[in-house]
């Protein structure tokens, strides 16, 4: 069996697979600029609600942006485990809010 310049080994002509690559990589860019902002609102997320539950402080600002990534976090599709952290972190945070409220 012999092979044109332009086949690769599986029959396939390159100009397909460069192609197919070609309209694969906007989606593949695309799914890792998401997974990556989904793990900067985790983090922003459950980092302050950590410190809050082990005894610590964490600025207005910070607390007012973690519930906001949590609420984000929130509307998201999470797995069960993910969705129970981020709801007690929710928690957590709400009730630091409301505390913070009570003393103003």
Do not use: W, Y
Not at 66 to 93: E, F, P, Y
């Amino acid at each position: 069996m012999t092979f044109s310049p332009q086949t690769s080994r599986h029959g396939k002509k390159r100009n397909e697979i460069s192609m197919t690559r070609i309209a694969l990589a906007p989606f593949v860019i695309g799914l890792a600029i998401n997974m990556a902002a989904a793990a900067s609102d985790l983090s922003q997320c459950l980092d302050p609600s950590t410190k809050l539950d082990a005894g610590g402080d964490v600025s207005d600002k910070e607390l007012s942006a973690a519930i906001q990534a949590c609420a984000k976090l929130q509307q998201s599709g999470l797995d069960a485990a993910t969705r129970l952290r981020v709801d007690h972190a929710a928690s957590v945070l709400s009730d630091e809010q409301r505390h913070r409220q009570k003393l103003h």
